[in-house]
Nanobody, 115 residues
Framework: VQLVESGGGLVQPGGSLILSCVTS????????MRWYRQAPGKERELVATISSAGGSINYADSVKGRFTISRDNAKNTVYLQMNSLKPEDTAVYYC?????????WGQGTQVTVSS
């Protein structure tokens, strides 16, 4: 099983980034996918969730209206479009795949929002 995040980097406040999480080794289309983030000295925070077929989506209040989660089951990939980025969005962003039995995690990608 592999979950590989990419797309992180340094961006100015107000900017945008698109994170990708490419997966392999499990039946992607049957797993709920989530994006989490963890800032230095803080607990890991759930950012966004998308159901297996993409019909149910939820966001943390802190990112609602700015971030968009999506998935492409043909490409075994989940995305996080991040707009209007703020310094407080700085964190390592992780994707996870869950079913009723198990959760898989990626290694994370750093997002830094700074001028």
């Amino acid at each position: 099983v592999q979950l590989v995040e990419s797309g992180g980097g340094l961006v100015q406040p107000g900017g945008s980034l698109i994170l990708s999480c490419v997966t392999s080794g499990f039946t992607f289309s049957t797993y709920r996918m989530r994006w989490y983030r963890q800032a230095p000295g803080k607990e890991r925070e759930l950012v966004a969730t998308i159901s297996s077929a993409g019909g149910s989506i939820n966001y943390a209040d802190s990112v609602k209206g700015r971030f968009t989660i999506s998935r492409d089951n043909a490409k075994n990939t989940v995305y996080l479009q991040m707009n209007s980025l703020k310094p407080e969005d700085t964190a390592v962003y992780y994707c996870s795949a869950s079913n009723w039995q198990i959760t898989y995690w990626g290694q994370g990608t750093q997002v830094t929002v700074s001028s």
